[in-house]
């Protein structure tokens, strides 16, 4: 898995995933609390969510959520795949701990455009 986490200076967050759900494409992108995301990588998040799954270790760990930090909605779209191909992600410590309502858009079909940094 190639997985790059890249901090930034600003205070933005936007992520980009694209793996595998069931041997099928899928992609994730988020800017701005703004998040595209194919339908099948999303029914396949919120059983995560649904079956209680948690991010982390013994000793630091997390609910998986669709809702609340950029950083937590990342691991709860990673995990849900069955096969990371790439990710990248740029936040800050301040941006990550935004909690405002995400605006989700879910794609048929095709991958959503990419994030225009």
Do not use: H
């Amino acid at each position: 898995m190639d997985a790059r986490i890249i901090v930034s200076a600003v205070d933005e967050e936007r992520f980009d995933l694209v793996g595998t759900v069931d041997g099928s494409p899928v992609r994730a992108t988020c800017s701005n609390r703004e998040v595209f995301c194919t339908r099948l990588l999303w029914e396949r998040a919120e059983k995560v969510v649904a079956n209680g799954e948690v991010l982390g270790t013994e000793d630091i760990s997390a609910p998986t959520s669709l809702t609340g930090s950029c950083l937590v909605l990342f691991l709860t779209l990673v995990r849900a795949c069955d096969r990371v191909d790439r990710t990248e992600m740029v936040t800050t410590r301040e941006g990550s701990k935004r909690t405002d309502p995400y605006s989700v858009s879910l794609v048929e079909n095709r991958q959503p455009e990419p994030s225009r940094s």
